[in-house]
């Protein structure tokens, strides 16, 4: 358990979500006098984040299945990264191939990496999930993005309960 008030630093922050933007924010916000309050304010920096911000969060994360950049690139979330991947890793090779092709093409097509709350799901679910994104407008894509980075960060934010 985490005591509080809680104060957290830069690096702690980024830990949780890769946005400047959040971070400076949840940081001239805090300390935190109780989880609900750390919790209120994350949703006050979420709401204010625009589309750089979003996209800014979103390259805090390795690509979903691509375990070589998740140890080369992204050393400051890789073992959350990896906890939450950990269906992947051990996943039949035609489904990871078929994962990172989609992945390409969604980058291709998007700009940014798939983004899914990966915690508990198969390679094959979330090779579901993109094959059914894909197909998205950029806008419709962002939002969708973004409501699951949330989703990641507060998943990251419960070690501070």
């Keep these: 358990m985490t005591a509080y008030p809680l104060a957290l630093d830069n690096q702690q922050l980024a830990?949780?979500?890769t946005s400047q933007f959040w971070c400076a924010k949840m940081q001239r916000?805090?300390?935190?006098?109780?989880?609900?309050?750390?919790?209120k304010a994350?949703?006050?920096?979420?709401e204010a984040m625009v589309a750089a911000d979003w996209l800014e969060a979103f390259e805090g994360h390795?690509?979903?299945?691509?375990?070589?950049?998740l140890n080369k690139k992204y050393a400051?979330?890789?073992?959350?990264?990896?906890?939450?991947?950990?269906?992947v890793s051990a996943a039949d090779p035609e489904v990871l191939l078929s994962l990172h092709q989609f992945n390409q093409a969604y980058f291709?097509?998007?700009g940014f990496?798939?983004?899914?709350?990966?915690?508990?799901?198969?390679a094959?679910?979330?090779?579901?999930?993109?094959?059914?994104?894909?197909?998205?407008?950029?806008?419709?894509e962002l939002k969708t993005a973004s409501e699951e980075q949330i989703k990641i960060s507060k998943h990251r934010m419960e070690a501070f309960q």
């Excluded at 798939?114 to 198969?122: G, H, L």
């Design 62 to 69: 390795p690509m979903i299945g691509d375990l070589d950049s």
């Design 15 to 17: 830990g949780i979500c």
């Design 29 to 39: 916000m805090g300390p935190y006098k109780h989880y609900a309050d750390f919790i």
């Design 113 to 122: 990496i798939f983004i899914v709350f990966a915690s508990d799901k198969t």
């Design 76 to 87: 400051q979330g890789k073992s959350l990264s990896q906890q939450e991947q950990q269906q």
């Design 42 to 46: 994350s949703d006050h920096a979420f």
């Design 124 to 140: 094959a679910e979330m090779l579901r999930l993109i094959k059914a994104r894909i197909d998205r407008s950029f806008d419709q």
């Design 108 to 110: 291709d097509k998007f």
